[in-house]
């Protein structure tokens, strides 16, 4: 899909990897870069190694694009803490990623239960599901938010977004759905 989006037009085309720890099933598009110079991967730290506050994302592309885009970049774009934090975090990546295999166990367990209490669940190869099958989303929504569980109501007709998370808070997911029943609050 990638190689046919980048032969349909003579543009940039920048692939999203924000996600692709969590993606077991598909390769890296950065296994495509060698000799597509209009090829670019972006990829961020605040997923997988859960430095959402620190909002430090990397590039892989062509060094020609690399050359101009240290062209245009700002003199002081990272502070010294963020760079350090950085580094330490690519010191103990192995550590860092170990939760990743953590959450796709709990992400599939929770894909799992879902199907089996009627729910539809579409592909993902993020930290979250999108579920349909919702009867009133909102509802669901406030009925887990009073239980203390937060998850995304994106205003999907019938769905609402569930983010995995430890063995403990999925349990605790999985059983506050099944006690709202089939179809979720009204």
Same mark, same amino acid.
């Given at each position: 899909?990638?190689?046919?989006?980048?032969?349909?037009?003579?543009?940039?085309?920048?692939?999203?990897?924000?996600?692709?720890?969590?993606?077991?099933?598909?390769?890296?598009?950065?296994?495509?870069?060698?000799?597509?110079?209009?090829?670019?991967?972006? *990829? !961020?730290?605040?997923?997988?190694?859960?430095? /959402?506050? #620190?909002?430090? $994302? =990397?590039?892989?592309?062509? %060094?020609?694009?690399?050359?101009?885009?240290?062209?245009?970049?700002?003199?002081?774009?990272?502070?010294?803490?963020?760079?350090?934090?950085?580094?330490?975090?690519?010191?103990?990546?192995?550590?860092?990623?170990?939760?990743?295999?953590?959450? *796709? !166990?709990?992400?599939?367990?929770?894909?799992? /239960?879902? #199907?089996?209490? $009627? =729910?539809?669940?579409?592909? %993902?190869?993020?930290?979250?599901?999108?579920?349909?099958?919702?009867?009133?989303?909102?509802?669901?929504?406030?009925?887990?938010?009073?239980?203390?569980?937060?998850?995304?109501?994106?205003?999907?007709?019938?769905?609402?977004?569930?983010?995995?998370? !430890?063995?403990?808070?999925?349990?605790?997911?999985?059983?506050?759905?099944?006690?709202?029943?089939?179809?979720?609050?009204?």
């Amino acid at each position: 899909m990638i190689l046919a989006a980048y032969d349909a037009f003579d543009g940039i085309l920048i692939v999203d990897e924000a996600y692709q720890e969590f993606d077991a099933e598909r390769e890296s598009a950065v296994s495509l870069l060698p000799g597509r110079p209009r090829l670019l991967v972006s *990829r !961020t730290m605040s997923k997988a190694f859960a430095f /959402a506050g #620190v909002r430090l $994302g =990397y590039l892989a592309a062509d %060094s020609a694009v690399v050359d101009a885009l240290r062209l245009v970049r700002l003199p002081y774009h990272l502070s010294a803490l963020t760079q350090a934090a950085a580094t330490a975090a690519i010191r103990h990546s192995a550590t860092m990623l170990a939760t990743v295999d953590d959450i *796709r !166990t709990q992400r599939d367990r929770l894909e799992v /239960a879902l #199907v089996e209490m $009627g =729910y539809r669940v579409h592909p %993902s190869g993020a930290n979250f599901l999108l579920v349909g099958g919702f009867d009133n989303p909102d509802a669901t929504f406030e009925a887990l938010r009073t239980r203390g569980i937060l998850i995304r109501n994106l205003h999907i007709e019938g769905h609402l977004r569930m983010t995995a998370g !430890t063995e403990a808070e999925t349990t605790v997911l999985i059983n506050a759905l099944a006690d709202l029943g089939p179809g979720g609050a009204r």
